[in-house]
């Protein structure tokens, strides 16, 4: 008598940003590839992996103790194999072999799309693995991604950062930037299209530094991508002011499927600041460039990313960010307290001398500044129409719909879910800081 065997399975634990997300998806695509299933329980998988983020400490820890928590299962089925990937494995290496005991393989940013051959080795020979040599090595390989959305999907273009800002850890765990080749990327972007993608999230650490080797750069890639039939958005995400071109302004201009959102981290409004963290632009240089983006660009949103509590930031130079979120009025703002990340200039050289308290306080004065103006903001939208695409049904309330608006602000309204995966064109009747809400008017397109 015949048996078949039940496929063994895998379970990817994913922290931190959206190249991590991103990461997981390509080793979820190696892993089914090689007839494994997926499963939301760690406890029910044979392949474990914890794709990791080192940026904020308590994500860090948190991977850390949910690894060492798989010691008693592993015990139980020795067959069990543990896998860390991501910044942490890459910045830590060996170390994290003996952090945690119920770990078998330690692989790094760039070894990641070995996972499947350094699995079977492990099983093999039985001895654990450290695999994070390919640091600076380009990859360009045919991967499988296995992407969670089936309208919008994240697309890498590049790797790594040469920057050198001194409290980021990413240009040690990232390696030097690599830029994947133009056409190698709009193949990708055709393949997804085929499959009924509509939206493509370009990713990067500094997207308009994209460069190949034949010196094409993002320009040429936006245009490359606006001509694809069938695409409908395309958004991308970091851009670097110190990268930010004529060049790349105005193809945003002449592309009409780039999303209307520039999201440019700013980090301080302070140039003594800016100079500690080694930023390479200075407050006028970043408010020429939002001047000159909007002048090309009147009806982008425009989102950015903030950091209190730098080591000596003073109160007065704190005043000069809030002065600048007042001045630029984002739509939208990632705000974080400085946190020290052993192996950063910043953590090995500057004293880490804003009180927490301080740091605490400041970073809520800037939210509640920040959550007025998207407030404002969203008012301001009220009664303008904008294209939605239609994600999918609001988790608040069943009977509503939700999508974005090409400045990528969330909207939900009433609809009858067959409108999902379309677009449509909805009239704004409300809004909070984070949501706007809409009736629709017309439906424009459908996949169907
Ligand atoms: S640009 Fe600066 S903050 Fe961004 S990844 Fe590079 S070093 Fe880190």
Same mark, same amino acid.
């Given at each position: 008598m015949i048996t078949a065997t039940a496929p063994k399975k895998f379970s990817v634990i994913t922290y931190g940003c959206q190249m991590n997300d991103h990461d997981s998806e390509i080793m979820e695509g190696l892993l089914r590839s090689r007839g494994y299933e997926k499963t939301e329980d760690e406890h029910d998988a044979d392949v474990v992996v914890f794709n990791? *983020? *080192?940026?904020r400490e308590g994500a860090e820890n948190r991977a850390i103790q949910r690894a060492q928590s798989l010691a008693a299962a592993k015990e139980r089925r020795p067959g069990l194999v543990v896998a860390m990937s991501g910044c942490v494995a890459q910045d830590q290496g060996k170390r994290l072999l003996d952090r945690i005991p119920s770990l078998d393989i330690v692989i790094g940013t760039r070894d990641y799309i070995r996972l499947p051959e350094l699995i079977e080795k492990?099983? =093999?020979?039985?001895?654990? =693995?450290v695999a994070t040599e390919d640091i600076d090595k380009p990859f360009s390989v045919n991967l499988v991604p296995i992407r969670e959305q089936k309208l919008k999907g994240f697309?890498? =273009?590049?790797?790594? *950062?040469?920057?050198?800002c001194t409290y980021c850890i $990413?240009?040690?765990?990232?390696?030097?930037?690599w830029s994947r080749p133009l056409a190698e990327v709009v193949d990708e972007v055709r393949g997804m299209v085929a499959q009924g993608y509509r939206e493509v999230m370009l990713l990067g650490q500094n997207v308009n530094s994209y460069m190949t080797a034949a010196r094409e750069d993002f320009a040429d890639l936006l245009s490359a991508l606006n001509e694809i039939d069938g695409l409908w958005r395309i958004r991308y995400t970091t851009s670097n002011p110190k990268s930010c071109r004529d060049r790349h302004i105005e193809a945003v201009a002449g592309c009409d499927k780039v999303m209307e959102n520039l999201h440019l981290p700013v980090q301080s409004g302070n140039?003594? $600041?800016?100079r500690m963290m080694k930023r390479a632009y200075n407050v006028e240089r970043y408010r020429y460039l939002v001047e000159k983006f909007r002048a090309q660009n009147p009806l982008h949103s425009l989102t950015t990313d903030i950091i209190v509590g730098f080591p000596t930031e003073t109160e007065e130079e704190f005043q000069d960010t809030l002065n600048l979120v007042r001045d630029m009025r984002y739509d939208n703002a990632f705000m974080f307290i400085y946190s020290p990340r052993?192996?950063?200039?910043?953590?090995? !050289?500057? $004293?880490?001398?804003?009180?927490?308290k301080v #740091? #605490?306080?400041r970073l809520q004065r800037l939210i509640d500044l920040q959550e007025s103006i998207a407030f404002e903001k969203n008012q301001e939208e009220i009664g303008r129409l904008h294209e939605v695409l239609v994600e999918g049904i609001s988790k608040k309330d069943p009977g509503?719909?939700?999508?974005? !608006?090409?400045? /990528?602000?969330?909207?939900? /309204?009433?609809?009858?879910?067959?409108?999902?995966?379309?677009?449509?064109?909805?009239t704004i009747t409300g809004g909070n800081g984070h949501t706007l809400m809409g009736d629709v008017v017309t439906r424009e397109a459908s996949f169907a």
């Open positions: 990791t *983020c *080192c940026v492990y099983q =093999i020979d039985g001895e654990r =693995i697309v890498n =273009i590049m790797y790594g *950062c040469n920057n050198s $990413v240009p040690k765990t990232r390696g030097e930037e140039n003594r $600041v800016l052993a192996g950063t200039v910043s953590a090995d !050289t500057m $004293v880490d001398d804003v009180p927490m #740091k #605490k306080d509503q719909l939700v999508g974005h !608006t090409r400045t /990528f602000k969330r909207v939900v /309204f009433d609809g009858n879910a067959r409108l999902i995966g379309s677009r449509v064109n909805v």
